[in-house]
């Protein structure tokens, strides 16, 4: 019997690495699960059956690590992405030189495939801290690996997303709702439809190249905020905060931070994210689709009340609730 093949997802137990390791054990491929603490990703081991899907430490900034990790692979994808401006997985060294060294060392060991999750607005001359790294990570990539597919999602939602999730729990517990660029645009995307998109590209079903993916509706923050309002069964209002108030806000939480020797944690707002809130976040229509690889994506209004009713005010009840406001007595 032949042996199976083997991909090597770098952060496969991330927010989209899991899902796209839970489809290729679909496939039957062996997955190596390649991440920096392999103890905390044992919940990706029953996506297969027994030892087919592993996890296995990595330093996506060692040269060596990068090739026990990808050695014997016969696909490779790169999940590893961070909002950490500081410290030694910032932007520049995961997002651009990690980038690069996974595609150098796929090309070094001959893999046959390499995906690359960057993201919408990856500009290497871009005004963000993160724009820029993932604009360096993709130039680094077709450099190493001309023949990548190169995926750039807009705002990903799931179960595990840190966009409604956070939002609605905010919702859940104040009147209002503050943003900053209520009118800067989105076009959310469902994780599993960016996870059939990667798995497409290791499988060899659609060429390389750059893939825009965003879901079927743009929406203005504001507009997706009252979306998920209306999921989760509130009645919340939106207040619109200008760009120069997130500055300061953004300032103010990273002095904190640097006061405190990291020991408060700056995971509310950014200076780089304000940056990125000045920009919208949709399909240019300058690269490729999913139209092109035949993935027809998905709604947020068909997905979130899957996971959003953690917010609503009977929680799980809801449901039953409003079924019986229409018993008849």
Known sequence: MPKSKLVTIF????????????????????????????????????????????????????????????????????????????????????????????????????????????????????????????????????????EAMILRPSVIFGYEDKFFNRFGKMASRAPVVPVIGADTKFQPVWVDDVAAAAVMGVLGQAPGGIYELGGPEVKTFRGWMKEMFGVIHRRRGVLALPFWVGSVMASVLGLVESITLGLVTNSVLTSDQVKQLRHDNVVTGEAKTFADLGIDPAAPEAVLPDYMWAYRPSGQYAAIKDSAQNLKA
Not at 63 to 70: C, F, K, L, N, R
Not at 72 to 78: I, K, L, Q, R
């Open 11 to 146: 952060g496969g137990s991330g927010f989209v690495g899991r899902y796209i390791a839970r489809r290729m054990a679909q496939q039957g491929w062996r997955v190596r699960v390649a991440v920096r603490n392999p103890a905390l990703a044992g919940f990706v081991r029953p996506y297969g059956a027994v030892g087919q899907v592993e996890p296995v430490f990595c330093n996506i900034r060692d040269d060596a690590s990068v090739e026990v990790a990808m050695r014997g692979s016969d696909a490779v994808v790169n999940c590893v992405g961070t909002f950490a401006a500081k410290g030694k997985n910032n932007f520049d060294a995961v997002q651009a030189e990690g980038a690069g060294r996974i595609a150098r060392v796929a090309a070094a060991q001959g893999v046959a495939s390499l995906v690359h999750i960057s993201a919408l607005g990856a500009d290497a001359e871009g005004e963000s801290g993160y724009a820029r790294s993932k604009g360096e990570g993709e130039a680094a990539v077709l450099a190493a690996y001309p």
